[in-house]
């Protein structure tokens, strides 16, 4: 059985670094094809993807983005760590991570319960 | 990267068949074949209900269906329950920043009258 969990602070300050873990089980981001990804979702609003990395160390952004965000990954552990710097309060939403899989067609297959992040002064 | 355009809401009756459409260009929905389907009950997380255009994972109802034509893809419930009332999100695999990502649709909210 798949599962994922995000994990992090629930609120942080505008200017501050937030750092997300998900930890998962049931698949291992050492077999090939295997993927995690990020994807966070502002109260209220639309689904928006953030990074992705893959089994052979590969990294993906969304463009927009770029410059703030940070996705690594402890095989070991089962985790994958997403930073991002510059908290605005524009970032305030729940934060997913999936995942994303060759085998499922590239489809976001598993997801976590999603963290709620407030940033705020 | 713009989000794939969906629209804002669809309704129908019990038992009835509503169509989403999720429309993007041809470096995403038009060029690959990696445009999945969600659906998003209030406060839960997003749940895979088509990928690959077409298919459907295991235990998903067959009442969901999915199609592309173009640019445009399209997800289909049939026999409209009660229980499909949801938020809706499409997503493709991109390549419209010249890198590997994906897109997400705008979303679009089924509401049974």
């Known amino acids: 059985q798949v599962t994922l969990r995000e994990s992090g602070p629930a609120l942080v300050k505008p200017t501050q670094t937030l750092t997300l873990t998900c930890t998962f089980s049931?698949?291992?981001?050492?077999?090939?094809?295997?993927?995690v990804s990020w994807i966070r979702q502002p109260p209220g609003k639309a689904l928006e993807w953030l990074a992705l990395?893959?089994?052979?160390?590969?990294?993906y952004y969304n463009k927009s983005l770029k410059t703030r965000l940070t996705i690594s990954k402890d095989t070991s552990k089962n985790q994958v760590v997403l930073t991002l710097a510059n908290m605005d309060p524009v970032d305030t939403a729940t934060y997913y991570c999936?995942?994303?899989?060759?085998?499922?067609?590239?489809?976001?297959?598993?997801w976590g319960q999603g963290t709620l992040v407030t940033v705020s002064s | 990267q713009s989000a794939l355009t969906q629209p804002a809401s669809v309704s129908g009756s019990p038992g009835q068949s509503i169509t989403i459409s999720c429309t993007g260009t041809?470096?995403?929905?038009?060029?690959?074949?990696?445009v999945s389907w969600y659906q998003q009950d209030p406060g839960k997380a997003p749940q895979l209900v088509i990928y690959?255009?077409?298919n459907r994972p295991s235990g998903i109802s067959n009442r969901f269906s999915g199609s592309k034509s173009g640019n445009t893809a399209s997800l289909t419930i049939s026999g409209l329950q009660a229980e499909d009332e949801a938020d809706y999100y499409c997503?493709?695999?991109?390549?419209?920043?010249?890198?590997?990502?994906?897109?997400f649709g705008t979303g679009t909210k089924v509401t049974v009258l």
């Open positions: 999936a995942r994303i899989s060759r085998g499922g067609a590239w489809s976001f297959d598993s």
């Open positions: 049931g698949f291992s981001l050492s077999t090939s094809g295997m993927c």
């Open positions: 990395i893959a089994w052979d160390d590969d990294e």
């Open positions: 041809s470096s995403d929905v038009g060029g690959y074949n990696y």
């Open positions: 690959e255009v077409s």
């Open positions: 997503s493709s695999y991109s390549t419209s920043t010249l890198i590997h990502s994906y897109v």
